[in-house]
């Protein structure tokens, strides 16, 4: 079977179409002008802003011009992320799906149902001839992965519909009506490097294994942070022997656990079996932890050239003793929402930028907007701490659960019809648009779902195929209730 054999064939049409054309964050030009050439084969009217969002109208089904206007919404872009045994380039390279028993997955990268399938589910409304509906909006938004900036950019009167299905969420039979709004900070640490003591050998200590995750979404699973356990090593192994430490790295995504991380390290030429056995130890204690959540997590010592240059003793202090301080996970439960995390911190990434900066980058999500900004302050204060330079962008603003909705009304009311039992009615603590639109739209009444999702972020991506049916008949049976 190939995956335009699935059903419903409309939907999985166009998201193999999708899958072909690379749209990594801020890079959505190609897709762009997928969309821009299929409005005009179907006549449809488009226009686009100058963020890049992309709106397609279409009028009403003949009988169907008295319901209020619809608008469909998803984001155009994916989070790029590979295995490192894995040679694609997201910038050319489409993505190879793979049908794997009830799920579809792609072969070591993501897979880009997120939120490719929400895409694909609104394209294939407006391009149908089959889908009954009223005046019909479908809003495309760009680089909403990595600052929601098409959202954030959207102008009043883009849009005419005052109601809104956000189609991006990740688990089928579940309608959600509230979403935590999210801040990152930013800590840079300048440094000027020194010469690489000649006499030492040099190792590379690896995490690898992990399955990662979505920040928001799998924060409350307790999952290995690579960052987190490299540097806990690290700081045991200070404690037991003096090493020089050359270079750290780990992670890549604001909104993704980190999966991998590394470290090179200078030891002299006694020391290494202890620092062997150390590590040994060290991971038969991870393993242990992780056992339930990450069972396939791997500690490595390897050889490696000798580097140009090493940090300062005083930085590998500096940075290894504020990473291990950074908190990381959940902070906070809701009061209110059962089982719902409120407040959470992601130690996202250790990246160096040239020979003389190293810089830490993490992300705060909450329900409430004091809270984010109290956590966002404590990360900020470990890293002051350390003489780190500390940065926190504009961040976005959450999406407060409206009791009153009268689409989450109907959306129940027809999920009872067609399944015979109720749909749940959520909040998330991943960041949806919803909240940005809300803020340019003050009267937008709003729900958000779709089909069953996993590992969302990680190249374990996958999509419950058989919930894409049922998202399909969920979304066209709401469009002729109102």
Request: aromatic share 6%; charged share 25%; proline share 4%.
């Given at each position: 079977?190939?995956?335009n054999d ?19 964050s801020k ?10 050439r299929l409005a005009?084969?179907?006549?449809l009217?488009?226009?686009k802003?100058?963020a890049?969002?992309?709106?397609l ?12 206007t ?5 984001h155009?872009?994916?989070?790029c992320?590979k295995?490192n ?21 792609a ?5 880009g149902?997120?939120n490719g399938?929400?895409v694909a589910a ?15 909006e ?16 959207l102008?009043?009167?883009?849009l ?9 969420s990740?688990?089928?039979?579940q309608?959600?009506v509230?979403c ?5 900070t930013i ?12 006499s ?12 990662g995750?979505?920040?928001g979404?799998d ?13 806990r ?14 270079k ?12 991998e991380?590394?470290?090179?390290i ?12 150390l590590?040994?130890n060290?991971?038969a ?7 339930r959540?990450?069972?396939n997590?791997r500690l490595l ?14 930085l590998?202090?500096?940075?290894i ?21 409120e ?7 250790i990246?160096?930028?040239g ?20 956590v966002?302050d404590?990360v ?19 999406w407060?659960p ?14 009872r ?6 749909p ?11 909240g940005?639109?809300?803020a ?16 969302v972020?990680?190249p ?10 049922l998202f ?7 469009l002729?209730?109102?």
């Open positions: 079977m190939i995956i699935l059903e419903p064939k409309v939907v999985w049409k166009y998201f193999h179409e999708i899958t072909q054309i690379p749209r990594p890079k959505e030009g190609k897709i762009i002008e997928y969309i821009e005009a084969a179907k006549g009217a488009i226009k802003d100058a890049g969002n992309l709106c109208s279409k009028p009403a089904t003949k009988g169907y011009e008295r319901l209020p619809i608008v469909l919404q998803a155009l872009d994916m989070v992320e295995n045994d894995v040679v694609h380039d997201f910038d050319r390279d489409p993505i190879r799906t793979v049908i794997d028993g009830e799920w579809l997955r072969e070591g990268t993501t897979l149902a997120d399938i929400g609104a394209l294939a409304v407006i391009c149908s001839s089959d889908v009954k509906h009223g005046p019909l479908c809003l495309f938004t760009v680089d909403e992965e990595t600052g929601l900036t098409g959202a954030n950019a102008k009043e009167g883009f005419t519909g005052k109601i809104l299905l956000n189609l991006d990740e688990d089928e039979g309608i959600f509230g935590a709004g999210g801040k990152g800590a840079t640490f300048d440094f000027s490097p020194v010469a690489a003591p000649a030492l050998q040099y190792f590379q200590i690896t995490v690898t294994g992990l399955n995750g979505h920040s979404c924060i409350h699973k307790g999952l290995g942070n690579a960052n987190k356990l490299l540097v090593f690290l700081y045991r192994l200070r404690e037991e022997c003096d090493f020089t430490l050359a750290i790295q780990g992670g890549n995504l604001h909104n993704a656990i980190a999966r991380a590394s470290a090179v200078g030891l002299s030429a006694d020391k290494r079996e202890q620092v062997r056995v590590l040994n060290f991971a204690d991870i393993e242990n932890e992780l056992r959540v990450d069972p997590v010592m390897e050889s490696t050239d000798a580097p140009a240059t090493v940090l300062t003793n005083e590998r202090d500096r940075l003793n504020s990473l291990l301080a950074c908190p990381h996970g959940v902070v906070t439960m809701s009061h209110d929402i059962e089982g719902l995390v407040t959470s911190t992601n130690l996202a990434s990246k160096a930028i020979d003389a900066q190293i810089v830490v980058g993490t992300s705060q999500r909450s329900s409430l907007d004091s809270s984010k900004i109290a966002a404590q900020a204060a470990v890293f002051h701490l350390a003489g780190a330079k500390v940065t926190h962008g504009d961040g976005y603003p959450g407060a409206n009791p009153d909705s009268k689409i989450l009304k109907t959306a129940q009311e027809s999920y019809q067609l399944f015979g039992r109720e749940q009615i959520m909040a998330i603590h991943a960041g949806l648009e919803c940005l639109f809300l340019k739209y003050p009267d937008m009444d709003m729900i958000s779902f779709g089909p069953t999702m996993r590992a972020h990680s374990d991506e996958r999509i419950e195929i058989s919930t894409v049916a399909w008949q969920h979304l066209t049976d709401i002729i209730k109102l």
